[in-house]
């Protein structure tokens, strides 16, 4: 079994927070620096499902998305040397490098117009909230989730994707309502936390 | 729905596709698996703690189970043996190439060449290995690579190199540890 099978159980020792700002181990990052194939394992047991669900939802194809996620990782190997985690954290700088990425593709789909007076243009997304930009925020998000409680997760999950109310949720749950809205509050405010443990700048209204 | 969403977190939260809850499944990564480099073939622990002084001897006077051969006048052949191509991995130059040629049956011998490695510096030397399917590792010596970066060595081959799956040459830290660093820098597979 693969290491990357075997990490992809559990998050990675670093990954997991232990404390407001928690850098990653200094010992982590050498490894990393020296592209440790352990290191990179991890880090894609970590990252990979993030990055591949971030690009299924912006290039809306699977076989593109493949291709491209291929290239986030190889980039993130050839780049590994250079990662300064004073600069980003490990999960901006690999998603900064899937939205660039994600970026080139789409742009590639654009035809080149044949005439400048024809209409064809570099266009934006017609969906603003489907833009690469937009969904790396929602993405983000979707990976600090990961972090939570599996019973914070599932709550969310069930309130936010599955659209239920509390008393709803109790009722499905069995859980006492005043526990679920004790629990809602709780999960959320450990995604904040989480979120803003990963970018401070980031942290929505 | 009795409640909305009143925030932009939970607006985000609303907004996740059903893979943005569930970690979607991605495609393999891009660098090959690891090989299980634990398991060492007993009774063949050629490396002790002065493996690169040793090297750096083999180099020298080119004795012992390992002869240095390049620059030699006589091209280093192995008769009847099979040949692997050696490619580069990991941190090595993409240019980096090898070649071993590998008698067949026990008791055997290789000669291997190498080219576009980084020179061996004071604190590092290669080793070349077998390496089975199950992970089975044989070390088979080290070797320093001079400033030219290419090196040709003769070594023993005291297994059936049919039973392993690779020729492998790392790169190891003189460290004292005679395990494989798992810093491999050119293999080829023997079939």
Excluded: C
Excluded at chain 1, 119 to 128: F, M
Excluded at chain 2, 113 to 136: H, T
Excluded at chain 2, 141 to 153: C, N, Q, R, W, Y
């Amino acid at each position: 079994m693969s290491a990357a099978v075997l990490t992809a159980m559990a998050p990675a020792p670093w990954a997991v927070r232990r404390g407001p700002s928690s850098p990653l181990p200094r010992r982590f990052v050498a490894r990393l620096h020296r592209r440790d194939r352990r290191a990179l394992d991890e880090v894609y047991a970590e990252y990979a499902p993030t990055v591949f669900g971030y690009l299924v939802n912006t290039l809306r194809d699977r076989g593109a998305a493949e291709d491209v996620h291929q290239q986030v990782f190889l980039e993130v190997w050839q780049r590994a040397p250079d990662y300064d985690p004073d600069r980003a954290t490990l999960l901006t700088w690999i998603m900064t490098i899937a939205r660039s990425r994600a970026v080139d593709e789409l742009r590639r789909r654009v035809p080149e117009p044949r005439d400048p007076g024809d209409g064809h243009e570099l266009a934006a997304d017609p969906d603003p909230e489907l833009s690469p930009d937009a969904l790396i925020e929602r993405w983000r998000v979707a990976h600090l989730l990961s972090r939570l409680r599996p019973e914070e997760s599932e709550l969310l999950r069930l309130r936010f994707y599955e659209g239920l109310s509390q008393s709803e949720i109790a009722e499905r749950t069995g859980v006492p309502l005043g526990t679920v809205k004790m629990r809602m509050v709780s999960a959320l405010r450990r995604l904040r936390e989480l979120i803003e443990d990963e970018d401070p700048e980031a942290v929505p209204a | 729905m009795s409640e909305r969403p009143t925030d932009e977190l939970e607006r985000l939260l609303e907004a996740l596709p059903r893979e943005g809850w569930e970690r979607p499944e991605p495609p393999p990564a891009p660098w090959p698996p690891e090989q299980p480099w634990r398991v060492r073939a007993p009774g063949f622990s050629l490396r002790p703690l002065t493996a690169a002084v040793a090297a750096a001897l083999l180099i020298a006077l080119g004795v012992a189970g390992g002869v240095l051969v390049s620059g030699g006048d006589e091209p280093a052949t192995v008769a009847d043996g099979t040949t692997v191509a050696l490619a580069p991995l990991g941190d090595a130059d993409p240019a980096a190439t090898g070649e071993a040629t590998l008698t067949e049956g026990d008791a055997g011998e290789a000669v291997v060449s190498v080219s576009g490695l980084a020179p061996s510096s004071d604190g590092d030397f290669y080793e070349l290995w077998l390496i089975g399917a199950d992970g089975e590792l044989v070390s088979l010596g080290s070797f320093k690579v001079p400033e030219s970066g290419d090196a040709e060595l003769r070594v023993n081959v005291p297994v059936d190199p049919a039973r392993f799956a690779f020729v492998d040459v790392s790169l190891e830290p003189d460290d004292g540890d005679p395990g494989h660093s798992s810093d491999s820098v050119l293999r080829g597979p023997t079939t």
